[in-house]
């Protein structure tokens, strides 16, 4: 069975700075998907970046980046320029194509203005 | 833009009470996944359609819930009787297809508190 581990529950940054939050998963499989989730408080859940595990190439979207060790099955973000809007909490999560997705247990993220 | 829509928001029940949760997809979208989310933890598939099918539902509890789409469209999700364990937030999402990578798209929830 697959499984997804984020071993921080929480961070905080100062805003305009840097964070990495750290996630690892396992699985025998070769083709799969890899995302970040934001889940703002009380709001709904929305995709914020996404790895297909055949790229080497790491996602980037806007200020967000991610870390995609395939070997050492390490799935890291990276958010640049932290915004208080980035204050949530932050699934990892793996799919096999168009199967469930399996979460981690999530990390809320505080921004400090 | 389009979204899911999912009803009622909150919910406030008593034991052994039975709860009902309706779910609409994204027009046009084929699967629908109803996750459960315990507070503090990651949402966990209950279960998933495709169209009207049933494709996965190995983690439903299937003594208590119970789930259908019958239209292949809006889908509702019951639990009879609930029990304070369920006490959750439960997710809707819904993609569009069978094949290959389709991005899931996220309902607001529904938060249920069982007394």
């Known amino acids: 069975a697959q499984t997804v581990t984020q071993s921080q529950p929480e961070m905080s940054v100062q805003e305009a700075e840097t964070v990495t939050l750290s996630c690892t998963y396992d699985?025998?499989?070769?083709?799969?998907?890899l995302f970040w989730y934001k889940q703002p408080p009380s709001r709904q859940m929305i995709l914020v970046i996404r790895?297909?595990?055949?790229?080497?190439q790491n996602a980037t979207e806007n200020r967000f980046s991610v870390n995609f060790q395939k070997a050492a099955k390490s799935f890291s973000l990276k958010i640049s320029d932290s915004q208080l809007g980035d204050a949530a909490m932050y699934f990892c999560?793996?799919?096999?194509?168009?199967?469930?997705?399996?979460f981690g247990k999530g990390i809320t993220l505080s921004v400090r203005p | 833009e389009a979204e899911v829509a999912q009803s009622p928001r909150y919910k406030i029940t008593e034991k052994s009470q039975a709860v009902a949760f309706w779910c609409d997809p994204i027009?046009?979208?084929?699967?629908l996944y109803w996750y459960r989310q315990i507070l503090g933890q990651g949402p966990e598939l209950l279960v998933q359609?495709?169209?009207?099918?049933?494709?996965?539902d190995s983690q439903l509890p299937k003594d208590r819930f119970s789930a259908e789409r019958l239209k292949g469209v809006d889908s509702t999700l019951k639990i009879q009787p609930a029990e304070l364990g369920d006490s959750a937030m439960y997710l809707c999402?819904?993609?569009?297809?069978?094949?290959?990578?389709?991005?899931?798209?996220f309902g607001p929830g529904t938060r249920l508190t069982v007394l």
């Open positions: 999402a819904s993609s569009l297809g069978e094949f290959g990578y389709n991005e899931q798209f």
């Open positions: 699985t025998s499989e070769s083709d799969y998907y």
């Open positions: 790895q297909e595990a055949y790229k080497q």
């Open positions: 999560a793996y799919q096999r194509a168009n199967s469930k997705l399996t």
């Open positions: 027009s046009g979208h084929a699967t």
């Open positions: 359609f495709q169209d009207e099918s049933v494709v996965d």
